[in-house]
């Protein structure tokens, strides 16, 4: 008689279907994630556990509401699995479906015995991701299966607010059919505006959103159009009797903001309105300060043609000219100085325009400021000229066009520096020999 191999005879070990990998994944979650509805059943009837969850919470049927296998969910359901055990984060399986889109599965899990107003850890709900998606059908059917829509993310505010912020109009329309939607809603409006969305808007006003609520961090909806240059929902707005002069809480109206984002059109459209061209914000800036600060010049004329105080300081004492001077904008100053900025004026620590602009070698406007008569050799409260500053900043070209203007190479500061130690103490070379060929006092 042939001899039998013990090996033949021992009894295979069975696959433990609960082991885990480092991340806690079991084979039924893979086999879930992964759509597998032969292996699932397979593995459930084997003795998988159906709640076995990842490090971070995830089960199964987490995995397959996110992944959109409704089979395995059903298959899962009916097999005891919980539709309400969330992920580390608080999403739930109803989050993950409506999140994705999945409008089926949504379907069997409002079915079951779960909030389905179960926030994550965000405070964001299964409604607020279906209308931040732009996922209608799911947002209806969460509604019908009673939906809260008053709940608020900690981010952005209610389902209202993410749909109108994304443009979904169908989902505003349909989320606007309650009454209390609004209540206390400011960002609504705001992120429509904002964002251009012309029939969102319309939606949102036809309801009677407040057009003149200020939300303490982003502001106000006319501001937000004016400051994207949305033209059409500036009117619409208007046309709702938003408040043209109305201010956000640093003081900034819709005007600043249209002028200071160089919407022409918008400037226009809101001084027709009625906008006051010269309110200013808490730095003091006023709309003509700002256009001319950020070299929009077509504003600045629409501005001056309306009789602002050209001469007006902010709060740190900086003209439009010093402004647009600083930054370099040489049509802004020309027409500055043509229409009769006082060209002397200077700070109160006693820089002039020309000081301003030799400190930051704009050579195409130190031509201008000269010809204007500002004065070449006007010292700060240190002593500082125009020539100093040019030199200290290593502007070579804003020295040679200074000393071509008869600039003073030898005025010191206060502290008795003058020009040419202060070239030989930064080693710029170029400059010093500029200095002594112009008769600068080497001794």
């Known amino acids: 008689m042939d001899s039998i191999d013990a090996s033949q005879t021992r009894e295979r070990p069975k696959a433990n279907l609960n082991a885990v990998n480092e991340d806690g994944k079991s084979p039924l979650y893979f086999a879930a994630a992964n759509g597998r509805d032969t292996i699932v059943k397979t593995f459930i009837k084997l003795g998988a556990k159906v709640d076995l969850a990842t490090e971070d919470g995830r089960t199964p049927l987490y995995m397959a509401s996110w992944m959109g296998h409704k089979d395995i969910v059903v298959k899962l359901i009916s097999k005891g699995a919980r539709p309400d055990v969330?992920?580390?984060?608080?999403?739930?399986p109803l989050y993950a479906a409506a999140w994705n889109g999945h409008e089926d599965i949504v379907d069997i899990l409002t079915k079951e015995d779960i909030d389905i107003n179960k926030p994550n850890s965000e405070n964001e709900t299964p409604i607020y991701v279906a209308a931040e998606s732009n996922y209608y059908n799911i947002v209806e059917k969460?509604?019908?299966?009673g939906a809260n829509l008053s709940i608020a993310s900690i981010e952005f505010g209610p389902p209202l607010t993410i749909a109108a912020k994304t443009g979904c109009c169908a989902i505003v329309q349909k989320l606007l059919e309650d009454k209390s939607a609004l209540k206390d809603n400011p960002k609504a409006l705001y992120?429509?505006?904002?964002?251009?969305?012309?029939?969102?808007?319309?939606?949102?006003?036809?309801?009677?959103?407040?057009?003149?609520?200020?939300?303490?961090?982003?502001?106000?909806?006319l501001c937000a159009a004016a400051l994207k240059g949305h033209n059409s929902i500036v009117q619409m707005l208007l046309d709702a009797n938003a408040d043209v002069n109305l201010r956000t809480e640093d003081g900034r109206t819709p005007l600043y903001v249209a002028a200071e984002s160089g919407h022409l059109d918008v400037?226009?459209?809101?001084?027709?309105?009625?906008?006051?061209?010269?309110?200013?914000?808490?730095?003091?800036?006023?709309?003509?300060?700002?256009?001319?600060?950020?070299?929009?010049?077509?504003?600045?004329?629409?501005?001056?043609?309306?009789?602002?105080?050209?001469?007006?300081?902010?709060?740190?004492?900086?003209?439009?000219?010093?402004?647009?001077?600083?930054?370099?904008?040489?049509?802004?100053?020309?027409?500055?100085?043509?229409?009769?900025?006082?060209?002397?004026?200077?700070?109160?620590?006693?820089?002039?325009?020309?000081?301003?602009?030799?400190?930051?070698?704009?050579?195409?406007?130190?031509?201008?400021?000269?010809?204007?008569?500002?004065?070449?050799?006007?010292a700060t409260l240190s002593g500082a000229t125009p020539l100093f500053a040019a030199v200290s900043s290593n502007k070579k070209e804003a020295v040679e066009q200074l000393i071509k203007a008869s600039a003073d190479v030898n005025m010191a500061r206060e502290d008795g520096m003058a020009p040419l130690f202060v070239a030989a103490e930064n080693g710029f070379i170029a400059i010093v020999r500029l200095l002594i060929n112009a008769g600068a006092n080497v001794n």
């Open 267 to 378: 400037v226009l459209k809101l001084i027709d309105g009625h906008a006051k061209i010269d309110l200013t914000t808490d730095e003091g800036k006023t709309p003509y300060i700002i256009a001319a600060e950020n070299g929009h010049s077509d504003i600045v004329k629409i501005l001056i043609s309306h009789h602002v105080e050209i001469n007006r300081t902010s709060t740190s004492g900086r003209t439009a000219l010093d402004l647009a001077v600083a930054n370099g904008h040489a049509n802004v100053v020309q027409m500055l100085i043509n229409s009769g900025c006082n060209v002397a004026r200077a700070t109160e620590d006693g820089r002039t325009p020309l000081y301003i602009a030799a400190n930051n070698g704009h050579s195409t406007i130190i031509p201008m400021l000269i010809e204007a008569n500002c004065a070449v050799d006007g």
């Open 86 to 92: 969330s992920i580390e984060d608080g999403s739930s």
């Open 191 to 221: 992120f429509a505006a904002e964002n251009g969305y012309g029939d969102v808007v319309k939606a949102l006003i036809d309801s009677k959103a407040d057009v003149n609520m200020v939300h303490e961090e982003f502001g106000l909806p």
């Open 142 to 145: 969460l509604i019908a299966s």
